[in-house]
């Protein structure tokens, strides 16, 4: 099993920062997918980004430029770093972990990043 701890979030100003934090544990693999994906109210859940145990990453076109993501391969923690954001960014934040050669997929509980305008 593998477990999924996220951190950050809040309340921000647009034009405002946040960084979040996602660190697994447990039985984790090597080769694996971490990101964010975000919800917000009345929407589907949307992929933000994820990157590859090799340092690929997959941005969604409405956040790159704006948010970054990285990663900490011994401690398999991912930060995300969102700069400039706007209001259409508020929604619930998901960590997400997968492994490259199972269909294994954990979420984690989700952090809630609102925006004021």
């Known amino acids: 099993q593998v477990q999924l701890v996220e951190s950050g979030g809040g309340l921000v100003q647009a034009g405002g920062s946040l960084r979040l934090s996602c660190a697994a544990s447990?039985?984790?693999?090597?080769?694996?997918?971490m990101g964010w994906y975000r919800q917000a109210p009345g929407k589907q859940r949307e992929l933000v980004v994820i990157i590859s145990s090799g340092g690929t990453t997959n941005y969604t076109d409405s956040v790159r430029g704006r948010f970054t993501i990285s990663r900490d391969y011994p401690e398999n923690t991912v930060y995300l770093q969102m700069n400039s954001l706007k209001p259409e960014d508020t929604a619930v934040y998901y960590c997400?972990?997968?492994?490259?050669?199972?269909?294994?997929?954990?979420w984690g509980r989700g952090t809630q990043v609102t925006v004021s305008s």
């Open positions: 997400r972990y997968s492994e490259t050669y199972s269909t294994y997929i954990v």
């Open positions: 447990g039985s984790t693999v090597t080769f694996n997918t």
